[in-house]
């Protein structure tokens, strides 16, 4: 969520920019498969016909760092590959988004970034 809320602020507020957040997709690697039966099953279970393959999963990636310019929506999120993601009520509350920036700065305070 924080990222959601963070990349479309930071989209807002640098338009020189270009941000988008890209979902890789649900891959089958070993942090799936080394998972006790029980967290797998899950896994499995509500990603029936879903899990890509690594070399699968690193598209979404590839297409946002290759796409031109104008084709990418500044501040969005992409899931596989390079669709429009959908958010909820929360991603898209301004409070909740100046809430984070605010943290975000008072978090930060005292480094040089």
Known sequence: ????LYTAELARRYAALSTAIVHPGVI????????????????????INKMVTPEHGVLNGI???TVPREQLSSGA??????????HS?????AVLVGDLWDWTDEALKGFNV
């Open 63 to 65: 297409w946002a760092c």
């Open 1 to 4: 969520m924080a990222i959601l």
């Open 28 to 47: 089958a690697t070993d942090l799936v498969t080394s998972l006790n039966w029980v967290d797998r099953s899950i896994v499995y279970l509500t990603n």
């Open 89 to 93: 009520k929360w991603s898209e509350d």
């Open 77 to 86: 999120f992409y899931e596989p590959v390079g669709q429009l993601g959908t």
